[in-house]
């Protein structure tokens, strides 16, 4: 998990270095599918980088007992539909 969030800052920091680059700033303004694709990439990392992070700390706070109640519920619905 740690890879993974290092992976995302460390593509979304280098995206944001390359407008130090004239060419990839011109071709940035110029080429709209390019600005359109580029964006939707920052924005989709940046919300996986994010998501990643909730779920890194929400991380063993009781998913287990979740699902032992899920199970629980499904169990007690399918005994309820056969008395029906």
Known sequence: MA???AMSVLYIAIWA??????SFR????EWHFFKLMT???VVLTSSTLITGVV???????GLPEHCTYLLFLSR????MSTLI
Do not use: D, H, P, Q
């Not at 011109?26 to 303004?29: A, E, G, S, V």
């Not at 779920?55 to 706070?61: D, I, V």
């Not at 007690?76 to 005994?79: D, E, H, K, V």
């Open 17 to 22: 270095a390359t407008f130090f680059s004239t």
């Open 26 to 29: 011109w071709t940035f303004i």
């Open 55 to 61: 779920c890194r700390l929400g991380f063993g706070k």
């Open 76 to 79: 007690l619905m399918t005994l």
């Open 39 to 41: 964006s939707a990439s």
């Open 3 to 5: 890879v993974f969030l």
